[in-house]
Nanobody, 117 residues
Framework: VQLVESGGGMVQAGGSLTLSCAASITIPSIDIMGWYRQAPGKQRESVATITNGGTTNYADSVKGRFTITRDNAKNTMYLQMNSLEPEDTAIYYC????????????WGQGTQVAVSS
C-alpha cells in the first residue's frame, strides 16, 4: 500500500489548509485511515481517524477545528484544518491500518504544516 500526502504549507494563525492522502488501493478495503502528526522534539500523535464505516475520532486539541473525510471514488482521504494555531505546526502523516489475519500499518512520507502567529 502506498500513501501520498499533499496540501501542506505555511499559513498564518486562524487560517485553513486541506491535506490530501491518495492511496494505491481502494479505500473501502482499508479498515481505518488516519492522520498523525509529529512536532519537533515530540512523539507522533494521532490527530484524526476514520473507519471504512465512516466513524470518526479526533484528538481533543483539534475537535471542532479539523474534519476528516474519505472519498471512496477517488481513493483519497482528506483533513480539513480550520482555525489553525501555531501549536498545529508539525509534519502530518497519513496512515492506513489493515486488519486481516494480522494487522498492518502503512505510512505516507509526511507533509509539513507550519502555522505562524
Amino acid at each position: 500500500v502506498q500513501l501520498v500526502e499533499s496540501g501542506g504549507g505555511m499559513v498564518q494563525a486562524g487560517g485553513s489548509l486541506t491535506l490530501s492522502c491518495a492511496a494505491s488501493i481502494t479505500i473501502p478495503s482499508i479498515d481505518i485511515m488516519g492522520w498523525y502528526r509529529q512536532a519537533p522534539g515530540k512523539q507522533r500523535e494521532s490527530v484524526a481517524t476514520i473507519t471504512n464505516g465512516g466513524t470518526t475520532n479526533y484528538a481533543d486539541s483539534v475537535k471542532g477545528r479539523f474534519t476528516i473525510t474519505r472519498d471512496n471514488a477517488k481513493n483519497t482521504m482528506y483533513l480539513q484544518m480550520n482555525s489553525l494555531e501555531p501549536e498545529d505546526t508539525a509534519i502530518y502523516y497519513c496512515n492506513a491500518h489493515l486488519i486481516r489475519w494480522s494487522e498492518y500499518d502503512y505510512w505516507g512520507q509526511g507533509t509539513q504544516v507550519a502555522v505562524s502567529s
